[in-house]
């Protein structure tokens, strides 16, 4: 049986801590939670890690965080053997500087869609180096123009929110899909989508992630390499930072 864990990342991607109560220990030793802060690896963004708290003081620290049977049901890795058991009541607190870092990242990797409005082949968030794959037959841009025109998206200091819209909604909408490979989870009713700009004006994808509230809040990136992968196939690398000078 799977079980279903309130994401409450999902609502506010800010919350670095919260408290709740263990419904199950898999036999693997993975924590299940009937809530968490703790983002679960998918869409390309690492799961969060942190601190899983009892009322006497004990600790348990959380290397990774999965999902299980299903996107709803969220795993929290431990580092070692945990004593944690059912009805346990804990406090839980992420590692808030790389989840921001993550953050930051993640709302970099949706700009660089606006600039470069292609079909997405392949992505990955990392804290310091990130990657985007486009179906892009003959690149024609170069690190440069790239990094400009990402750098006035940030600058423009646009909100980013996020808004449920139903199944049917996507499927009458269907360049809101940006992935040429994969399609967002359907089935639940309801679809969650990203919005940078009033209303989306700038960009509105499906997205399960956690991003930062506004663009400025993502700060000076650049490009720091575009790779030929395969005939159609270019991987822009996004870094924090400056470019570094020749």
């Known amino acids: 049986m799977a079980f279903v864990t309130e994401a409450?990342?999902?609502?506010?991607g800010y919350l670095a801590q919260?408290?709740?109560?263990?419904?199950?220990?898999?036999?693997?030793g993975g924590i299940i939670l009937d809530r968490t802060v703790f983002y679960a690896t998918s869409g390309g963004?690492?799961?969060?890690t942190g601190k899983v708290a009892?009322?006497?003081g004990r600790v348990v620290d959380i290397a990774a965080t999965i999902t299980g049977e299903t996107k709803d049901e969220i795993i929290h890795v431990p580092a070692a053997d945990s004593w944690l058991k059912p009805g346990d009541r804990v406090k839980l607190a992420i590692d808030w500087e790389r989840r921001l870092k993550l953050m930051r990242m993640h709302t970099a990797c949706h700009l660089l869609t606006v600039v470069c409005p292609f079909p997405i082949t392949g992505a990955a968030v990392a804290e310091d180096d990130s990657r985007v794959d486009f179906d892009i037959p003959d690149a024609g841009f170069t690190k440069e123009d790239v990094?400009?025109?990402?750098?006035?998206?940030?600058?423009?200091d646009h909100p980013v929110s996020t808004r449920w819209i139903t199944d049917e909604?996507?499927?009458?909408?269907?360049?809101?899909?940006?992935s040429k490979n994969v399609r967002p989870p359907v089935g639940t009713?309801?679809?969650?989508?990203v919005l940078i700009g009033d209303n989306g004006s700038v960009d509105s994808q499906p997205c399960g992630?956690?991003?930062?509230r506004s663009t400025a809040e993502v700060g000076e990136i650049h490009i720091g390499k575009i790779e030929k992968k395969g005939r159609e196939n270019r991987r822009f690398r996004i870094r924090f930072g400056p470019a570094p000078t020749q």
Not at 45 to 48: C, E, M, S, T, V
Not at 147 to 156: C, G, S
Not at 189 to 193: E, P, Q
Request: neutral net charge; glycine residues 6%.
């Open 8 to 12: 409450l990342f999902r609502e506010d």
């Open 147 to 156: 990094t400009a025109k990402l750098m006035e998206l940030v600058r423009a």
């Open 169 to 178: 909604a996507l499927a009458a909408n269907p360049t809101l899909v940006k």
């Open 189 to 193: 009713g309801r679809i969650r989508l």
């Open 209 to 212: 992630g956690t991003h930062v």
């Open 18 to 28: 919260a408290e709740a109560a263990v419904v199950a220990v898999n036999e693997r």
């Open 45 to 48: 963004q690492p799961g969060d």
């Open 54 to 56: 009892v009322a006497d």
